[in-house]
């Protein structure tokens, strides 16, 4: 939102939540995000919004909207062209993405998820765990 490239980059693992500002549900769910995006995880926490795609607000008007928001721990890029949107293939909003160190999406979500399944996701717990050698049940 700042003007600048964002780079995604093998030494960090990333959340990736999609949103929009006509999103209610989305929009429930910043608070919660702002507190996540603030704590010491082994994950960042970013945004994707799409200015003047499907309805969204072009981003000077867009940025003006958020800034009244007042979030601080929030980072938001703008996909003005579409291409996460291509890459993720997101049909709904919100929609989430976990991206590990190696840029491998591992999960894509559709709909809310709150802050204790994201940390799930990358301590080992979320959907797609891998069950240890000599499991017995």
């Not at 840029?103 to 399944?117: A, E, P, R, T, Y």
Request: some cysteine; aromatic content about 12%; glycine content about 8%.
């Amino acid at each position: 939102m700042n003007g600048n490239d964002y780079t995604f980059s093998r030494d960090k693992n990333i959340y990736i939540k999609f949103w929009a500002s006509w999103c209610p549900t989305c929009l429930a769910g910043l608070e919660e995000l702002d507190r996540l995006a603030g704590e010491n995880n082994n994950f960042e926490v970013i945004t994707v919004v799409f200015p003047g795609i499907n309805g969204e607000k072009n981003p000077a008007k867009f940025k003006e909207w958020y800034n009244t928001l007042g979030y601080k721990n929030i980072k938001v890029l703008y996909d003005t062209d579409g291409k996460l949107l291509q890459i993720f293939k997101i049909r709904a909003l919100p929609t989430s993405a976990i991206i590990y160190k190696d840029l491998k999406i591992d999960n894509v979500i559709v709909g809310h998820i709150s802050n204790g399944q994201i940390k799930d996701y990358y301590e080992g717990k979320g959907e797609n765990t891998t069950m240890e050698n000599n499991t017995k049940i």
